[in-house]
C-alpha cells in the first residue's frame, strides 16, 4: 500500500528542490500518495492567511509531510508559517545531523553532529508586544509594579518561556535518539548564569531527566562556549540540546562546519506528527534560476523515508548522496561546481536506482 504524505512545495527555492526530492523518492522505489498543499505568501492573498486550516488537516490525516522552505516577512507583515505549523501540530523536537562528507571541502575532518533543539517555546513562543500598543504599556506598569523595571517606552518585547513539561519531553526525546542511534553524549547549551528563569529552568530540568538516562554522557556548557567549541573543536561533540533559538542559530553553523545549508537535512517531530525540510531558507537570492543545491531536502526525504519504516530506499538515497558527491562531476554552484538543480537529482536519481538494481 502506498505512504500518504503530504507536500508543502512551500516558495522562493522551495518548488524547485522538493521537485527534485520526489524524483529521488520515486527513484528509491517507495510508492507515495502524495497529497500537494500550498502554504505561503501567494496563499495568503487567496485564502487571507499563509497556512489555511486544509494544511493542517492534511498532516493530521496523513502524519507525515515533506516540506520545501517559506519565506517569512521580516518585522512587519504575517508570523512565520515554519513556527506556527510546529506549535499547531507540537513538532516539539527539530532534528538536525550535520557529519562530514566525502568530496566536501570543510575546515574540519571527522565532524559528525545532531542538533536537537526544542521547537515550540522560548523567544519563539510568538508572545510579543508591539512597540507603543497599549497591551505594552499595560505590561510595562505591570513590571515595575512586579520587578522593579522600567521597561524603556520606546521598546518592543519578546517573552521568552521555558517550562518543566516542555524541556522534560524534549530531554526525553533527545536522550531516546542517543541510544537508538548509538551517539555517547548529550551536551546541553543554556545562558543560565544570565537567564535564571527560563534557560536556568532547562538546564536543572534537563540536570534531573539525565539522571534516568544512563548509558549516555550528559554535559552542559553556556551557550557562547560551545559556538567557540563548535569552530575549534566540533570533532568533540557529539549530540547537541538546545531551547528553540539558540538551536536555529547553532543549527546553521552546524551546517556551515560541513559544507553549507545545501545539504544540511531537518525533522520536526511530535509524538503524533513529523514533518521533514532542510534547514536552510528560501533562498529569496537564487530562487527561480534551477541552480539551488536539492541535497538538503533530499536527505530530508530520506530522513522522511526511514521514519516511515522504509529502511531500505533510505539507505539507498544515502548511498546515492555519497557516491555522487565523491565522484565529484556533478555539484551544484554552492559545492563548487555548475550542474544545475534538476542535474543534481538526476544524478542522485541514477545513483538510488544503481544501488537498488
Ligand atoms: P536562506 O537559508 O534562505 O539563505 C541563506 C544563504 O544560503 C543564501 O545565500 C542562499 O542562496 C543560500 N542557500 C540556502 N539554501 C540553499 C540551497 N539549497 N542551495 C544553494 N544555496 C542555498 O536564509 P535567509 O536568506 O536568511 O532566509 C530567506 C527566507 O527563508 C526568509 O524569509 C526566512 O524567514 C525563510 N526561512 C525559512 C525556513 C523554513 O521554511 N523552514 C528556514 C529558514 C529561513
Known amino acids: 500500500m502506498a505512504h500518504i504524505v503530504t507536500l508543502i512545495p512551500g516558495d522562493g527555492i522551495g518548488p524547485e528542490v522538493t521537485e527534485a526530492a520526489r524524483l529521488v523518492v520515486e527513484a ?6 502524495w497529497d500537494i498543499q500550498e502554504a505561503g505568501a501567494a496563499v495568503m492573498e487567496r485564502a487571507g492567511t499563509p497556512l489555511p486550516r486544509r494544511v493542517l488537516e492534511s498532516i493530521m490525516r496523513s502524519r507525515v509531510a515533506l516540506k520545501g522552505p517559506i519565506t517569512t516577512p521580516v518585522g512587519t507583515g504575517f508570523r512565520s508559517v515554519n513556527v506556527a505549523l510546529r506549535q499547531e501540530l507540537d513538532l516539539f523536537a527539530a532534528v538536525r545531523p550535520s557529519h562530514s562528507l566525502p568530496g566536501i571541502r570543510s ?3 571527522g565532524v559528525d ?3 536537537i ?3 515550540t517555546e522560548d523567544l519563539y513562543a510568538g508572545i510579543e508586544f508591539e512597540r507603543g500598543s497599549e497591551e505594552l504599556e499595560r505590561l510595562r506598569a505591570e513590571t515595575r509594579r512586579l520587578a522593579g523595571f522600567e521597561i524603556r517606552q520606546d521598546a518592543g518585547v519578546t517573552v521568552k518561556p521555558i517550562s518543566v513539561s516542555g524541556t522534560q ?3 526525553r526525546f533527545a536522550f531516546d535518539y542517543a541510544r537508538r542511534h548509538g551517539r555517547r553524549s548529550v551536551t546541553l547549551g543554556h545562558k543560565a548564569n544570565i537567564m535564571h528563569d527560563s534557560d536556568g529552568v532547562f538546564l536543572f530540568t534537563a540536570g534531573v531527566e539525565a539522571q534516568f538516562s544512563p548509558g549516555v554522557w550528559f554535559d552542559e556548557v553556556q551557550v557562547d562556549e560551545l559556538a567557540l567549541r563548535l569552530v575549534t573543536e566540533p570533532e568533540t561533540l557529539d549530540v547537541l540540546l538546545l531551547p528553540n533559538l539558540y538551536g536555529d542559530i547553532m543549527s546553521d553553523l552546524c551546517a556551515g562546519l560541513v559544507g553549507g545549508l545545501g545539504l544540511a537535512p531537518g525533522a520536526n517531530m511530535g509524538w503524533e506528527y513529523a514533518v521533514f525540510e532542510p534547514v536552510h531558507g528560501s533562498a529569496p537570492d537564487i530562487a527561480g534560476r534551477g541552480i539551488a543545491n536539492p541535497l538538503a531536502i533530499i536527505r530530508s526525504a530520506a530522513l522522511m523515508l526511514e521514519h516511515l519504516g522504509e529502511l531500505h530506499a533510505a539507505s539507498s538515497i544515502d548511498h546515492a548522496v555519497h557516491a555522487v558527491l565523491a565522484d565529484g562531476s556533478v555539484r551544484t554552484g554552492d559545492l563548487g ?4 538543480t ?4 538526476g544524478a542522485i536519481a541514477a545513483a538510488v536506482r544503481r544501488a537498488l538494481a
Open 169 to 171: 519531553r524534549i530531554v
Open 337 to 340: 561546481g555548475t550542474a544545475r
Open 113 to 115: 553532529l545532531v542538533v
Open 342 to 345: 534538476s542535474e543534481m537529482a
Open 117 to 119: 533543539r526544542e521547537n
Open 107 to 109: 575546515r574540519f575532518a
Open 28 to 33: 528509491a522505489g517507495v510508492p507515495i500518495e
